[in-house]
């Protein structure tokens, strides 16, 4: 009788990122539908593992919950700004940016996806969630300001303000958006992006 083949390092090493990709999967679809106290054992029963394989990936709920954040935030920043080493000018960024919001790509997703209160009770639970998040946004500063700056450079936008700080101010508008948004209250989104261009470049949208 044919003997199986023995497991190799990297059939292993494919098998524990396969067991991980499940698992993240189904935590995103589970935190869609029922919110981020979904059970772990739904969780590991719609990946088809148990709690053990789940253990082996994750500490607990918190570590689970920060690697769902960083990779639904890490796919937002690229959805919004484009890859790392994009040179997109700013007018596209700014349609992308009305498409995302508009979407609701973010959190998560737009049909029960997570509420923006969601993500700050979780942060106020955990300091690691919190830490993620935090770094998460971070890492969307930082890529907006280096467009910002390009688009400066390029003569796009007026030179006289700094582009970390207004990089910021958009992050938080992105922020607010959320919650606006989640609260059902009406936005002209085309009307905002346009008022945002008339300040920062007032020869762009002063038709």
Not at 134 to 153: E, F, H, K, P, Y
């Amino acid at each position: 009788m044919k003997k199986p083949p023995v497991p190799t390092a990297r059939s292993r090493d494919e098998t524990k990122l396969e067991t991980r990709e499940a698992l993240l999967r189904a935590a995103t679809l589970l935190f869609r539908s029922e919110g981020l106290d979904a059970s772990l054992d739904a969780i590991c029963a719609r990946a088809g593992y148990t709690r053990g394989a789940f253990y082996v990936h994750f500490q607990d709920r918190d570590e689970l919950i920060s690697a769902v954040i960083e990779r639904v935030g890490f796919s937002f920043i690229d959805t919004l700004l484009g890859a790392d080493d994009s040179d997109d000018d700013f007018l596209v960024l700014v349609q992308r940016f009305l498409r995302t919001v508009a979407g609701g790509d973010y959190p998560i997703s737009r049909e029960g996806g997570l509420r923006p209160y969601q993500l700050l009770e979780a942060c106020a639970r955990s300091e690691a969630v919190r830490l993620q998040y935090l770094r998460v946004n971070a890492a969307g500063i930082s890529r907006l300001t280096a467009a910002l700056q390009r688009a400066q450079d390029g003569g796009e936008l007026r030179g006289d303000t700094d582009a970390g700080q207004l990089a910021q101010m958009l992050m938080s508008q992105v922020l607010g958006m959320q919650t606006m948004l989640d609260l059902d209250m009406p936005l002209d989104l085309p009307g905002m992006a346009r008022t945002m261009l008339q300040l920062l470049a007032p020869t762009i949208g002063a038709k």
